[in-house]
């Protein structure tokens, strides 16, 4: 894998495992924890990266832990890696938004449909809204300023889908 052109998948790993060794498995907990505000992960993603950042050299397998656990470690070349990406411009958003997508195609919609898909987002928006509150109470009692920072951008976005759902086209 070149040291230029890392992609978010894998510099994500690479980023995780400066934590210390962990299994697919882990790395899948610890991206959801850390990063599952804004960003997903995939399992098929993770046990598609590990074996390309492996051969790569940037990092390196432990012992098979029970049920065959492959433990992952990031090695000093992984880590200059990670660190050329972390000076690479961040570029733009690429948004997959599945709501935008039907919002998109709402003249095909019949208006019960886009009402259903409104208020389930506005219900999925505010129970997200309620996890994020507990995360956020937990990121400022272990300090981290740019968990919170991330944090409070999730909420200010899931707060303005509702706004936004409020008076959606269709409404």
Do not use: C
């Not at 850390?34 to 598609?48: A, E, K, N």
């Not at 660190?83 to 003249?107: H, M, T, Y």
């Not at 944090?151 to 707060?159: G, P, Q, R, S, V």
Request: proline content about 5%.
């Amino acid at each position: 894998m070149p040291e230029k052109g890392l992609n978010a998948t894998a510099a994500a790993l690479l980023g995780l495992l400066h934590d210390g060794a962990m299994t697919g498995g882990q790395l899948m907990a610890a991206a959801q924890q850390r990063l599952g505000p804004f960003w997903t992960t995939t399992r098929s993603q993770v046990y598609r990266e590990l074996p390309l950042l492996a051969t790569a050299g940037q990092v390196r397998t432990g012992r098979l832990g029970p049920r065959a656990a492959q433990p992952y470690e990031i090695t000093p070349g992984g880590k200059r890696v990670f660190a050329a990406w972390l000076n690479e411009p961040a570029g733009r958003d690429q948004l997959r938004n599945p709501l935008l997508l039907r919002v998109a195609f709402g003249s095909l919609h019949t208006s019960a449909q886009l009402i259903q898909l409104y208020d389930a987002q506005r219900e999925d928006r505010a129970a997200r809204l309620v996890e994020l509150k507990v995360a956020l109470t937990q990121a400022k009692q272990g300090g981290d300023e740019f968990a919170i920072a991330t944090i409070e951008f999730a909420i200010t976005y899931h707060k303005a889908v509702i706004r936004w759902l409020e008076s959606a086209p269709g409404r």
